[in-house]
């Protein structure tokens, strides 16, 4: 369900943290366009954090370690990146108002980011919302092979080690399907989204930088 709202510029950083609260969230058309949708999906994408899958290859590149990973060191070039065109995607939903309010909420503590760099050079990342022990992934992004797929499980490491209790990808795609995202209906996400938002989580607890064979272990870990 969407429904237009043509006075973005009234929407607060508050008004965004209790839409998500109550599990709906904004997008816009196009980059160009000022205007917010709210959205609230019948089918909600999820990343169950006990069953991510790990590909081999993947784990491959993960322990290479041949690469830096940072959390909330720029949060404007990961937006940034985020909206540059990419392979099948040739506009962004991310607009001014977009950038706008997620900068505000990065600078309270509640979007962060995990960053990879190679030679101080970002290659990769993602972004998202924090709120009680749920964490909304917003958007992610390469420029080499591989790198987002890196930040998406350091991410998980970071969640699980934190206590968190939900990763909400909003929608489900071929590239989250291959670790094991799947959709809820609205009435079942309402209820882990509950449950989550009334845990406390910590995205900063795992220490920075670890090592790739602890974030292996805890991405693996089942309860």
């Not at 991310?94 to 990065?106: M, P, Q, T, V």
């Not at 995990?114 to 749920?134: H, K, M, P, T």
């Not at 309402?190 to 292996?216: H, K, N, W, Y």
Request: net charge negative; hydrophobic share 40%; proline share 5%.
């Amino acid at each position: 369900m969407t429904t237009p709202d043509d006075l973005s510029l009234s929407i607060t950083p508050q008004v965004v943290l209790k839409a998500y609260a109550c599990g709906i969230f904004p997008m816009a058309e196009s980059a160009e366009d000022p205007s917010l949708y709210w959205i609230e999906p019948r089918e909600r994408g999820i990343l169950p954090l006990d069953a991510f899958h790990l590909p081999r290859r993947l784990a491959r590149a993960v322990r290479l370690d041949d690469y830096e990973i940072r959390i909330d060191s720029d949060f404007d070039a990961v937006i940034e990146a985020c909206a540059e065109p990419a392979q099948g995607r040739r506009k962004t939903w991310i607009n001014a108002e977009i950038r706008r309010l997620y900068g505000e909420l990065f600078r309270t503590g509640h979007v962060h980011t995990v960053e990879v760099w190679r030679q101080d050079r970002l290659v990769g990342g993602l972004y998202g919302v924090s709120l009680g022990a749920a964490f909304f992934g917003e958007s992610m992004f390469h420029r080499e092979r591989d790198a987002s797929k890196i930040a998406l499980v350091h991410l998980v490491a970071r969640l699980k080690y934190g206590g968190f209790a939900l990763l909400d990808t909003q929608f489900v795609t071929d590239h989250l399907k291959r670790f094991g995202a799947i959709e809820v209906p609205r009435r079942r996400y309402q209820q882990m989204l509950e449950r989550a938002i009334d845990q406390q989580a910590d995205f900063g607890q795992l220490p920075t930088p670890s090592s790739s064979e602890l974030v292996l272990q805890l991405v693996s870990q089942t309860s």
